[in-house]
Structures are given as structure tokens and as C-alpha cells.
Nanobody, 128 residues
Framework: QVQLVESGGGLVQAGGSLRLSCAASGRTFSSYTMGWFRQAPGKEREFVAGNTWNGGNTYYADSVKGRFTISRDNAKNTVVLQMDSLKPEDTAVYYC?????????????????????WGQGTQVTVSS
């Protein structure tokens, strides 16, 4: 069992930055692929970024590539999403998720059905 708690959301102007953190409970954090997803009002939940058990493989949605960075610290059971150059279209509720796989391909890392654990979400609002 893994429990995930996100923090760091808020309101920021376009062009600004936010840093989201996800704290995970449990002693097997390094066994999980971790992902960040987001959901805007009226839209489906979409993949943002993910990395495999040791951070050796990282994946990004095209819409955030070059602006967002995912990282993890297995010793601290945390995964971080650094978001720079934010745009109004990044506004959404951001969710941290854990998949019970140490490694996922670039296709499977983006599929919500591969993630069995989800945080409660944190709101990110980017004003123009």
C-alpha cells in the first residue's frame, strides 16, 4: 500500500514557476514508477510526466517538454515536479500517482490504468 500526498500548488502568473511535491508512505517507494497527471475542468485526466524506479527513465508529455522536470528521491520517498514557464493552459488539478512497476515504457507510463495509487490532487492556476 502506498499513500500519496501532494503539495505546492497555487496561483501564479504566466511565465512563472511552481514546484509540486509528492510525499509517499511505505517502505517500497523505489519499487514504483511515479507519474504526474493533470485534469482541467471538463477534460480527461492527462499524463504530464513520469519516471521509473531509480529515475533513470523520464518521460514527458509534448505539451510540457522543456518546461517541466520530474525528479525523485527514493531515500526521502518523494517525487517532485518543477514547473517553469507556466502557461494559462497548464491550469488544472495535478495528481501524483504510483504504478506497481519498477519500469514502464513510454507508452505505458502515460496510461492511467497502470497506476494503482493516487494522491488527492493539488490545484495549479496560471493567470494570463
Amino acid at each position: 500500500q502506498v499513500q500519496l500526498v501532494e503539495s505546492g500548488g497555487g496561483l501564479v502568473q504566466a511565465g512563472g514557476s511552481l514546484r509540486l511535491s509528492c510525499a509517499a508512505s511505505g517502505r517500497t517507494f523505489s519499487s514504483y514508477t511515479m507519474g504526474w497527471f493533470r485534469q482541467a475542468p471538463g477534460k480527461e485526466r492527462e499524463f504530464v510526466a513520469g519516471n521509473t524506479w531509480n529515475g533513470g527513465n523520464t518521460y514527458y508529455a509534448d505539451s510540457v517538454k522543456g518546461r517541466f522536470t520530474i525528479s525523485r528521491d527514493n531515500a526521502k520517498n518523494t517525487v517532485v515536479l518543477q514547473m517553469d514557464s507556466l502557461k494559462p493552459e497548464d491550469t488544472a488539478v495535478y495528481y501524483c500517482a504510483a504504478a506497481s512497476h519498477r519500469w514502464l515504457s513510454n507508452v505505458n507510463v502515460a496510461a492511467t490504468y497502470n497506476y494503482g495509487y493516487w494522491g488527492q490532487g493539488t490545484q495549479v492556476t496560471v493567470s494570463s
